[in-house]
């Protein structure tokens, strides 16, 4: 099927996106690389900011009720 590429497929890659950027744009599209990564990440996780304070909450509460009992 797909095998990892090796050193010098790595190399001509790299060579490749380097001519088709420049140097100037090499650090602003991994930095858009870098973001649409972690923005499909956070689509995959399905949770939203809210849902992951609510989670909190219940936790802090459920302990709260454990220390008391």
């Given at each position: 099927?797909?095998?990892?590429?090796?050193?010098?497929?790595l190399?001509?890659?790299?060579a490749?996106?380097?001519?088709?950027?420049?140097?100037s744009r090499l650090p602003?599209?991994?930095?858009?690389?870098?973001e649409?990564?972690r923005?499909?990440k956070?689509?995959?996780?399905?949770?939203t900011e809210?849902e992951?304070?609510?989670?909190e909450?219940?936790?802090?509460e459920?302990?709260?009720?454990?220390?008391?009992?």
């Amino acid at each position: 099927m797909f095998h990892t590429p090796t050193l010098p497929e790595l190399i001509v890659i790299l060579a490749i996106i380097f001519l088709l950027f420049g140097a100037s744009r090499l650090p602003e599209a991994g930095k858009a690389l870098g973001e649409g990564i972690r923005n499909f990440k956070k689509a995959l996780s399905g949770e939203t900011e809210e849902e992951k304070k609510a989670k909190e909450v219940k936790a802090q509460e459920l302990d709260k009720e454990e220390k008391k009992a």
